[in-house]
């Protein structure tokens, strides 16, 4: 058993780190201010091969691991997690056209995927089916034998009205799982419309809104897979997902984290520094242990989706709900550690805290994931 970090790895990790403290750190708050993220900085992301991680080589893919993926996740949330947890969305959507697209599809979309001349959003949420995404409504009937008319909505949806493509997960035949699809549906397509921008705790650089169809007619030939599959396409989408959202989260409180061991240096309260106060020296000992424990958890968990191992799914539940729970509070006592201070926005870490609150949420809810893991071992749908 070997826990060192491959010379490759390491040079990814290095690369990534250095492209994030100086194209994405400096400009984190600037874009949060603004509300929106520049294509320009995802265009430079996509010339590294960080728009399409795990999207085989042939197919114009970096080609690497699901360890390798969280590796540039943790480094990316790092300087910022909102860019990252974009850039994650965007990879997910590249991993899942390219696993279950047709070569004509792969040929088609890839290459601007890989570039991010398209940018692309995963659309599973509805407002009446949120972790129930099995019960989700939006419908997609066949119009001819050439396109179909999707109508219905979409909710919570990340790039809404900033992204160029949406993988919409809809229902083309029976209630429940087996009768829902996957189809690619275009920005400029006639009936899809989108929301206002969401107000939201955090995440403000990212766009965030309904995504609207009514009667869209989208091509035939944009169906992933084949109906009925789309269930399974969106949950096996979503175990990759699940890990490089768990990747954003510790990055990001490995920021904070060390931002908190930087302060009780600097910091004096009663003729002493914060860092000679054993009960503070104890509390960043915790946090340290919690976040080096859910690192090796989340290793672990990609090295396991990466083997196929059978077990995958639940240890990508398990490494879901473990990081981003581990993360939160982590950032969340590292602002305590700045007392005041870490509640105003110079400090950045209330940034954090506020970007990292939704990754329990999103991705299925840590309350979702521990019904996986429990499914798992007890049995049961």
Known sequence: MDFALTDEQTQIRDMVRGFAAEKIAPYAAQWESEKAIPRQILKEAAGLGLAAITVREESGGSGLSRVESVLIFEELSYADPVVASFLSIHNMCAWMLDTYGNAEQRKAWLPKFCAMDVVASYCLTEPGSGSDAAALKTKAVKDGNSHYRLTGAKAFISG??????????????????????????????????????????????????????????????????????????????????????????????????????????????????????????????????????????????????????????????????????????????????????????????????????????????????????????????
């Open 160 to 381: 809404g009205g900033y992204s160029d493509l949406y993988l919409v997960i809809c229902r083309t035949g029976e209630e429940g799982p087996k009768g829902i699809s996957c189809i690619l549906v275009e920005k400029d397509t006639d009936g899809l419309s989108f929301g206002a921008n969401e107000k939201k705790m955090g995440w403000h650089a990212q766009a965030t809104a309904m995504v609207n169809l009514d009667q869209a007619r989208v091509p035939a030939e944009n169906l992933i897979g084949a109906e009925g599959q789309g269930f399974s396409i969106a949950m096996s989408g979503l175990n990759g997902g699940r890990l490089n959202i768990a990747a954003c989260s510790l990055g990001a409180a490995q920021n904070a984290l060390d931002k908190a061991a930087a302060y009780m240096k600097e910091r004096k309260a009663f003729g002493r520094q914060l860092a000679q106060f054993q009960a503070l020296q104890f509390k960043i000992a915790d946090m340290e242990t919690e976040l080096q424990a859910a690192r090796v958890f989340l290793y672990h968990a990609a090295w396991k989706l990466s083997t196929n191992a059978p077990d995958a799914r639940k240890f990508c539940a398990m490494a879901k709900r473990f990081v981003t729970d581990t993360g939160f509070r982590v950032a969340n006592e590292a602002l305590q550690i700045h007392g005041g201070y870490g509640y105003l926005a110079d400090f950045g870490i209330e940034k954090i805290v506020r970007d990292l609150r939704v990754h329990q949420i999103l991705e299925g809810t840590n309350e979702i994931m521990r019904l996986i893991v429990a499914r798992d071992m007890l049995g049961g749908d």
